[in-house]
């Protein structure tokens, strides 16, 4: 019985030990986002993006993915809600981008390829808690956020030729009813960062 309780005072005193040391560690700036996570809480959020993609939304297949051209329809969404954080290309080396935590992915990057449609559906739709990545539900239907889908596919082999020739040939076009409606935004250039 003796042993029983020495166990479980030396468990709560150890328990003690590490929630005073946690705390002391969050109140000395331990949450703030200039400096680089550690392991542990890299994984934790990690996990935390993964858990709020519902099951169902995995088997979900993108409607466009058979329209090779698809992605090009979402270039105007893209630059105007997406392009600050993410980049024009996609990689996000912007201003906003490498200064938030977690970062903005690189869309191109295998972890992010390696995600399902409708994975990065649900992303784009419902947005990530404790992340910078809001919702977009309200602003683009789900075709529009299917062909965004499109969009980040093409990322990995999407040129710097294509965007400039779709940047021109969209600020040529007249929008159509129905067509997003533009309003000022700074260009995603202006917040690239110089490599």
């Not at 392991?39 to 990690?46: D, G, L, Q």
């Not at 698809?70 to 080396?93: F, K, P, Q």
């Not at 919702?135 to 093409?154: C, F, G, N």
Request: a negative charge; charged letters at 25%.
């Amino acid at each position: 019985m003796r042993f029983l309780r020495d166990a479980i005072i030396s468990i709560l005193v150890l328990v003690l030990v590490i929630w005073i040391a946690t705390y002391a560690r969050l109140r000395a700036g331990a949450l703030s986002a200039d400096v680089q996570p550690g392991a542990i809480e890299r994984a934790v959020a990690a996990r935390m993006v993964r858990l709020s993609i519902p099951r169902d939304a995995d088997r979900q297949p993108n409607p466009f993915a058979a329209d090779a051209g698809a992605w090009r329809a979402a270039v105007d969404h893209y630059e105007d809600h997406c392009a600050a954080c993410h980049g024009r290309d996609g990689r996000g080396r912007t201003d906003i981008g490498e200064n938030m935590y977690p970062k903005v992915p690189d869309l191109a990057d295998a972890r992010i390829q390696a995600m399902s449609d409708g994975a990065l559906f649900h992303i784009i739709q419902n947005g990530v808690r404790w992340t910078g990545m809001p919702a977009w539900k309200r602003e683009h239907s789900p075709d529009d956020t299917w062909k965004l889908v499109s969009l980040i596919r093409k990322v990995p082999s999407l040129t710097t030729e294509e965007l400039d020739s779709l940047r021109k040939s969209h600020d040529a076009m007249p929008a159509a009813p129905g067509d997003h409606e533009h309003h000022e935004h700074e260009p995603a250039d202006s917040h690239a960062s110089p490599r």
